[in-house]
């Protein structure tokens, strides 16, 4: 028998790592015949929103974005797409970013499409643009190693450009491959794994994660992640760029 008061799941007051076995649905309005998961939003501390979304055959997803912008990648499946006038079929490995104030239209998924989702205000920068729309993919070739060590790469989904306040990477670690030092900074994370298992170490605590676990880290909480097991260990995650540090 099951125990049903277990759970990997833990949330301390700066770092939350989140599995699948606790979800609880929700619902948004626009989204339907889906599944919506929040993962991560504004009640924990955190300032940005992480959702995972799961289409049924005739599901949609239908809105606008406002104050916020909003990182779309498809996690498993296949959905037709617009924004501001284009069309798109976004498969597995497929994105798009919709900045502020655009309209959004997701619909005809194949049934069981997961769509994960960050949300971020967004903070204009005097001298640039806002952003536009972008759409992009997961490609290993487009990731370039990171910090002179084969066993990691990491591939920048969106442009690293000022007008950009959010950064949404995919981080690859070989059988092997570990971060070099336990990071400690200002930027905040939101991620989900998409790929194998790792031992995550934050604030001084260890973790287990595998495909399909999220991770949530406030700014300075210290960080350390390995690849454990014999594929790479890969996840997606989100970052605050490009604005100025403090608001005093």
Not at 132 to 149: Q, T
Request: aromatic share 10%; with cysteine; net charge negative.
């Amino acid at each position: 028998m099951e125990i049903s008061a277990l759970t990997r799941s833990v949330v301390k007051r700066n770092h939350a790592i989140i599995a699948p076995d606790g979800y609880i649905n929700s619902n948004v309005p626009g989204w339907t015949n889906c599944t919506v998961n929040v993962i991560i939003n504004e009640q924990m501390g955190a300032r940005l929103a992480q959702t995972l979304i799961t289409l049924r055959a005739g599901g949609q997803l239908r809105g606008r974005t406002e104050a916020a912008q909003i990182f779309f990648y498809v996690v498993a499946g296949q959905v037709q797409v617009t924004v501001d006038g284009q069309d798109r079929t976004l498969t597995e490995g497929q994105y798009v970013y919709v900045p502020i104030e655009q309209d959004y239209l997701f619909q005809q998924p194949t049934d069981g499409t997961q769509v994960l989702t960050f949300h971020k205000t967004y903070e204009p920068l005097a001298g640039h643009a806002v952003p536009g729309v972008v759409f992009g993919e997961r490609d290993i070739a487009k990731a370039p190693v990171y910090m002179n060590d084969e066993a990691l790469r990491i591939q920048e989904l969106l442009p690293n450009e000022l007008g950009f306040d959010m950064a949404v990477n995919i981080f690859t670690y070989s059988t092997g491959g570990h971060l070099p030092m336990v990071e400690t900074h200002i930027m905040e994370h939101g991620l989900l794994y998409l790929q194998g298992q790792a031992i995550y170490m934050l604030d001084q605590q260890w973790y287990p994660v595998k495909k399909g676990d999220s991770i949530w880290m406030a700014p300075y909480c210290q960080q350390w992640a390995t690849a454990m097991g014999q594929e790479d260990s890969v996840y997606i995650y989100y970052k605050n760029v490009n604005r100025f540090p403090t608001v005093v």
